[in-house]
Structures are given as C-alpha cells and as structure tokens.
T-cell receptor, first 113, second 111 residues
Framework: DTGVSQNPRHKITKRGQNVTFRCDPI?????LYWYRQTLGQGPEFLTY????????KSRLLSDRFSAERPKGSFSTLEIQRTEQGDSAMYLC???????????FGNGTRLTVT | SQQGEEDPQALSIQEGENATMNCSYK?????LQWYRQNSGRGLVHLIL?????REKHSGRLRVTLDTSKKSSSLLITASRAADTASYFC???????????FGKGTLLTVNP
C-alpha cells in the first residue's frame, strides 16, 4: 500500500492557461474521487469514478473542468482556460469498498495569477 | 446526497482537556467517517463507525453514533498540541458511495 499519489504538488499558472493534474490511486481501489478545497472550507465534491466510469459530476463544476480515468487506474483532472477563482487545493481520494475509509492524497495546490 | 455538518465550527481548549465535536446528517447511512486535516495537507482517516454500531474507540478517540437522531460525536481525550487541526465527518450513503464534507471543526489545543 503506497498510498494515493498526486502530482504535481504545486502548480502556478497564468489566467487562461490549461492545467492537468494526475492522481495515482491505491491499487484495487475501484472508486476514485476528486475534491476542491479553499481556505477555511471543507472539501467540495467535484466528481467520482467507479473503475473507468464517471458516475457523477458536480453541477457546480463548469464545462472547463474535465476528468478521466482511462482503464480504471490513474485519473487526470484538467482545467481549461483557468481563472483566478480556480485557485485552490485539489484533492484526490480512493475507496476500496463501502466498508472502508477514503484514502486521500496530499493534494495539488493550484495558484492562478 | 448529503453531507455532515460539524459543530462547533471552532473550538479552543488547553492541553490535557477533552474536546468534543458533533456531526449531524440527514438521511440513512451505511457508515460515518471522521477525518483530520492539518493545515495544507490531505485528510487523514481517524475512525469509521458502521450504522449498526453505537460506539467505537481508537486510542484517545471515541466516536458515538445515534442513527435515531442522525448524529455522531467525536471525543478526543487528554488533548495535545499536536491534535490542533480541522476535523470533518462524512456520512456514507449505501446506494452510491458518494462522500461529501461539511466545513469542519477547527480545533486549537493551546500548550
């Protein structure tokens, strides 16, 4: 069990640029979740997958956000045409089954200038 | 889907005292999970309590669950400065395994 790995740890980008984050789950965890967190707030649900199928995407998420999980292994979260309001910590978490806890990565901190 | 709502939003205590945080939720659950988050880090799982359990212990942590009141509490005994963190509860609905979070309780333990 090597834990959930997220890359990069930090990303600074200029407004209007595209960014992509990667999450490598714990092996055999078939559910993978993306959250966004800003200072003083709890993690805000973005989307989640069961294997390669995207089960739900938050209605708060604009079309500039897209996530994939090809082959049900690692996942990527892409933000197109970034805006300053996208600055946040992006957290990935994986789940083995309904009787187990979520395992979180350390997150990717995005700063849009 | 539902999310847990933690109360209080902030709690400040002295080292050695006990800290109690509460969580309320709205619908039936499969289990309820408690997490801790240190500033700038990811969330760390503390305790998972199943819907058919009423109390669970782990070291200095004690979690209770009252499904009739749709509430849970987390007790940290003999607190330490290192316990300073934000604490979140997350109820898990059995149907879709979607976990959402509230704003958390910010616990400050003063040395």
């Amino acid at each position: 069990d090597t834990g959930v790995s997220q890359n990069p740890r930090h990303k600074i980008t200029k407004r209007g640029q595209n960014v992509t984050f990667r999450c490598d789950p714990i092996s055999e965890h078939n559910r993978l979740y993306w959250y966004r967190q800003t200072l003083g707030q709890g993690p805000e649900f973005l989307t989640y997958f069961q294997n390669e199928a995207q089960l739900e995407k938050s209605r708060l998420l604009s079309d500039r956000f897209s996530a994939e999980r090809p082959k049900g292994s690692f996942s990527t979260l892409e933000i197109q045409r970034t805006e300053q309001g996208d600055s946040a910590m992006y957290l990935c978490a994986t789940l083995k089954d309904g009787y187990s806890p979520l395992h979180f990565g350390n997150g990717t901190r995005l700063t849009v200038t | 889907s539902q999310q847990g709502e933690e109360d209080p939003q902030a709690l400040s205590i002295q080292e050695g005292e006990n800290a109690t945080m509460n969580c309320s939720y709205k619908t039936s659950i499969n289990n309820l999970q408690w997490y801790r988050q240190n500033s700038g880090r990811g969330l760390v799982h503390l305790i998972l309590i199943r819907s058919n359990e009423r109390e669970k212990h782990s070291g200095r942590l004690r979690v209770t669950l009252d499904t009739s009141k749709k509430s849970s509490s987390l007790l940290i005994t003999a607190s330490r400065a290192a316990d300073t963190a934000s604490y979140f509860c997350a109820p898990l609905e059995g149907s879709n395994y979607k976990l959402t979070f509230g704003k958390g309780t910010l616990l400050t333990v003063n040395p």
